[in-house]
Each structure stands twice: as C-alpha cells, then as structure tokens.
C-alpha cells in the first residue's frame, strides 16, 4: 500500500513500512541533517518544509498515513511537560492531513508519557479526534525489546482503520522475551554483547561509517545518559534528550569507559549497519534519538496488509467521498 510519512527524522518508521513491502511515496520533516539522511538512504521523496505550511492538496493520496508527531512536550523525561507545551499541538496537524486526505489506516508513535498527561485528558481527547475524523482507534504500548531491538524502549502505538473498511487491525505478537517460563518458544531479549559481538573498536581501524563518539566525560549518577550499562541487558531508552553539543543523553558503552558511538547507538535502535547518518555526531545522536526502531516499525507494518480491495466503492476517490 501507498504511505505518506509525516514527521519522518531519519526515516526510522518508513524503513520498516518498507521492509514490510509498503511503498512510502511522500515525506515530510523541517529538521534539515534529518532530511539530508533521509535522501541518502530512503529516497528524495521527502520535503524539507514545516507541515504547518503545506497545504493537504501538496501531499498525495495515500493508504497509510504514519508519523511520530513531536513527542518531547509528552515524554516524561521532560519534567517541565505540560498541556500548553507547543510541540503538543503538532499532533493537530497530523489530524488535519488524516481529516483532509481520509486514507484507510494511520499509524502514530508517541512517548508513554502521553497517557497521563493531564491525567489522561490530553490522550483522550486526541483519540476522540481522531474517532471523530471517521476512524475506529486503538492503541497499545509495545517494548521494542519484545521485537529483537536490543532496547528497553516503551512506545505508544496508536492505530486508526477508517470505518468503512471492514478490516480490524491486530498489534504484532512479541517475538523475544523476558520471561523465563516462555524463553524455550520464543528468543530472549537481544542484550548489547549480542549485539555489539562483530563490532569494531571506533579507535582501532575499521570501515565503519559514523563510527566516532562523544568525548563528554563520563558520569554515573543513574540519571538519563549517565548510568551503568550492563551488557548482559538491552540497553536503556535511547533519548534525543539534552543540550546543543550532544553528549549529556549519549549512553555510555557496555564497557562504561566511553560513550557509544553515532554507529552502536544506531545498532541499539536497530538502524541497518549500512545507514549513514548526516551531520555531525551531535546531529546524528539526535537524530537517532527521535526515531522509531526499525525493527518495532517492521512488526507494526507487517500486520498490515500490502494490498486491499475495497469491495463497496468503484474507487478509493468515491470512497472519500462518502465519508
């Protein structure tokens, strides 16, 4: 099926409608390292422009409509969040495209924060919104871990099917596991010594491309960016939390003697070896630190169909219509 991608960064959500045989024909994003990434490894389909200042008649008709909307105002690693926060409102704007354009499903990933914003008002009302723009909603929280991504990364999944199409979307089964009673059926979680096991030292040689790494010194206070890792574990939340020059949320390697480089932060979000990240380290731990990993992106995608007829209209113009 035909995606349009709305606040895309890096492209970590559409890599996974990819691989999961969807077709992303349009995307959008303002921050500018984030498009030129995009470009150099997804395709020039993405514009670099405010949403806020494309008109829905630029965009393409489109199956899916996917996006993380801006989710720093929403996450509880911001103490200072709060409903008149202005990154919260983006979200309208993915409403007004899915209001405007009427595709079949949307797909929108935000922070677990977002559920007891105002103590659940916010969240219920952008689900009513969205019910009130002809759309059955569900949602669910799903830990990338559960889907191989060597990460403890809780994320809300909210997912729209429009409702005239008799279709009801189901959340994909977790393919590792924690629990020891089920680790005999299914893998358990990734932890970073696997996924780290072929990876070269970024001092030693190597052909590796963003494979450099954050000098900020090391602390170890438990706090966001400052704690102990343990290898035998997925890593903590990866973050695009912090101050211009980078290196305060860059979590430290395994080894707790270094940060990770721009490359195992990409592996821990579960970035294809092969994905060149543009800009500088700070740019690019910031990038990486806003996207969707890639595999949770593939398992959300996958439980789509790549194909649907609509049996009660001619065509899918018609079909707006009537809505």
């Known amino acids: 099926m035909n995606v349009v991608s709305l606040f895309s960064g890096a492209g970590g959500l559409d890599l996974g409608f990819i691989k999961a045989g969807h077709k992303v024909i349009w995307a959008n994003d303002n921050y500018g390292d984030a498009v030129e990434t995009y470009k150099l490894n997804i395709g020039k389909h993405i514009i670099f422009k405010d949403i806020r200042e494309i008109d829905s008649h630029d965009i393409p008709n489109h199956d899916i409509l996917?996006?993380?909307?801006?989710?720093?105002?929403?996450?509880?690693?911001?103490?200072?969040?709060?409903?008149?926060?202005?990154?919260?409102?983006?979200?309208?704007?993915?409403?007004?495209?899915?209001?405007?354009?009427?595709?079949m499903f949307f797909v929108a990933?935000?922070?677990?924060?977002?559920?007891?914003?105002?103590?659940?008002?916010?969240?219920?009302?952008?689900?009513?919104?969205?019910?009130?723009?002809?759309?059955?909603?569900?949602?669910?929280?799903?830990?990338?871990?559960?889907?191989?991504?060597p990460q403890k990364r809780e994320r809300v999944i909210i997912v729209g099917t429009r409702k005239d199409i008799d279709l009801e979307f189901k959340y994909p089964k977790p393919t590792h596991s924690n629990k020891e009673d089920i680790i005999g059926s299914i893998p358990p979680w990734v932890t970073?010594?696997?996924?780290?096991?072929?990876?070269?030292?970024?001092?030693?040689?190597?052909?590796?491309?963003?494979?450099?790494?954050?000098?900020?010194?090391?602390?170890?206070?438990?706090?966001?960016?400052?704690?102990?890792?343990?290898?035998?574990?997925?890593?903590?939340?990866?973050?695009?939390?912090?101050?211009?020059?980078?290196?305060?949320?860059?979590?430290?390697?395994?080894?707790?003697?270094?940060?990770?480089?721009?490359?195992e932060l990409?592996?821990?979000?579960?970035?294809?070896?092969?994905?060149q990240f543009y800009?500088?380290?700070?740019?690019?731990?910031?990038?990486?630190?806003?996207?969707?990993p890639p595999k949770l992106a593939t398992a959300i995608a996958s439980s789509f169909p790549r194909e649907i007829l609509i049996n009660e209209y001619e065509n899918t113009e018609e079909a707006f219509s009537q809505l």
Do not use: W
């Open 66 to 103: 996917i996006g993380g909307f801006p989710c720093q105002g929403f996450s509880l690693a911001n103490t200072g969040r709060n409903e008149e926060d202005e990154r919260n409102k983006l979200y309208l704007e993915f409403l007004r495209v899915l209001k405007d354009k009427k595709p």
């Open 109 to 149: 990933e935000n922070v677990k924060g977002i559920l007891s914003l105002g103590k659940g008002k916010i969240f219920n009302m952008i689900v009513s919104d969205f019910s009130k723009a002809g759309y059955n909603v569900k949602h669910q929280v799903l830990n990338a871990a559960d889907y191989g991504v």
């Open 192 to 263: 970073l010594k696997d996924a780290f096991q072929n990876i070269p030292d970024p001092d030693g040689p190597h052909n590796l491309h963003n494979h450099t790494y954050s000098k900020f010194k090391l602390k170890f206070n438990g706090y966001i960016g400052n704690r102990t890792i343990d290898p035998n574990k997925p890593a903590p939340t990866v973050t695009a939390r912090g101050d211009s020059k980078g290196g305060v949320v860059v979590l430290h390697h395994p080894s707790n003697e270094r940060r990770m480089s721009v490359r």
């Open 266 to 275: 990409a592996i821990v979000q579960s970035f294809p070896i092969d994905f």
């Open 279 to 292: 800009g500088s380290n700070s740019s690019a731990y910031r990038q990486i630190g806003n996207a969707v």
